[in-house]
């Protein structure tokens, strides 16, 4: 089973990554760009057949190391 | 003082410590690798140096905290024992929950790499008692992630219960949340900063406006 962890910076910390990237884009000609957020993506192969478990799992693997819970926040989805 | 200094892969600084070490204890530090379970007995200082360990991968100091080493260095700290962390060390200390906040890329996304002056907040620390309560002295710096940033309670908390060791006092380059570069634990005995007293200590560096940091920490 998969989870897929996505880390971001939480709203209110300053991503100047994702200002680098908006800055580029409206520079290519996209005016529409406004505010960009950079994150990550986390996939882990898990051993578990209960989606709800393997959910669980990823969850404390985001607090415990993938996610900084001081300035990042994370969500967890099972892929089938 | 006995001191043992950490080495995490990725860690470069670590010969800078043991000079700086040396040039102010007189005797030689440990060198203590990652994947030991415990500090050598009788150590009362443990320092981790600076560098990219493990890359930097994921987070900057995110993997070195979960190193097996860090589990003895948390008791150590629970004891009471002196913690130094720079740099990396900082990010590292950061990662494992001894120091509150975190660390994020630069706010002008370069890095970093020249001298920067540091005021002393307060010098009636074991880490500090060298200086005078605000002082400047010159430090190198030399990070892309050295942006200090917590929530404003834990700023205000920092603050109210006087626990910022140093801040930038010639314009923050990095971004750092109320020019911090530098905090104390509660108790006054974990520092971690970001700019590098260990690389002037000796006048053939160019200086020793880092050296009072060990010397103060030699005579505790």
């Known amino acids: ?80 | 003082m006995k001191a043992a200094i950490l080495l995490f892969p990725g860690i470069n600084r670590e010969r800078d410590m043991v000079l700086a070490v040396r040039q102010s204890f007189g005797h030689e530090p440990q060198i203590v690798w990652h994947k030991e379970t415990e500090l050598p007995a009788g150590v009362d200082l443990v320092i981790l140096p600076g560098g990219f360990s493990f890359g930097d991968y994921l987070r900057c100091g995110a993997m070195a905290a979960q190193s097996p080493i860090m589990q003895a260095v948390k008791a150590h700290a629970a004891r009471g024992g002196y913690v130094l962390g720079v740099c990396n060390g900082f990010q590292i200390l950061t990662e494992a929950g001894l120091l509150p906040g975190a660390l994020l890329r630069n706010a002008g996304l370069r890095f970093l790499s020249m001298d920067t002056m540091l005021r002393v907040e307060r010098n009636d620390t074991v880490f500090t008692n060298k200086w005078a309560k605000g002082a400047e002295f010159r430090a190198p710096m030399a990070h892309g992630d050295g942006n200090y940033t917590a929530d404003a309670a834990t700023l205000d908390r920092l603050e109210g219960e006087n626990l910022v060791a140093f801040r930038y006092a010639d314009g923050n380059r990095n971004g750092s949340a109320r020019d911090i570069a530098g905090i104390f634990a509660p108790n006054l005995r974990v520092l971690g900063l970001m700019p590098h007293p260990e690389n002037l200590v000796d006048p053939l560096m160019g200086g020793t406006d880092g050296k009072p940091l060990f010397d103060a920490l030699a005579a505790a």
């Open chain 1, 1 to 80: 089973m998969k989870a897929i962890v996505t880390v971001m910076l939480k709203n209110g910390v300053l991503d100047p990554q994702g200002k680098a990237i908006g800055h580029a884009l409206n520079n290519l000609g996209f005016a529409q760009v406004g505010e960009v957020r950079m994150g990550k993506i986390i996939e882990l192969e898990l051993a578990e057949t209960d989606a709800a478990k393997a959910k669980a799992a990823a969850e404390d693997m985001a607090k415990k190391l993938l996610a900084n819970m001081v300035i990042e926040s994370f969500k967890v989805e099972i892929a089938a």
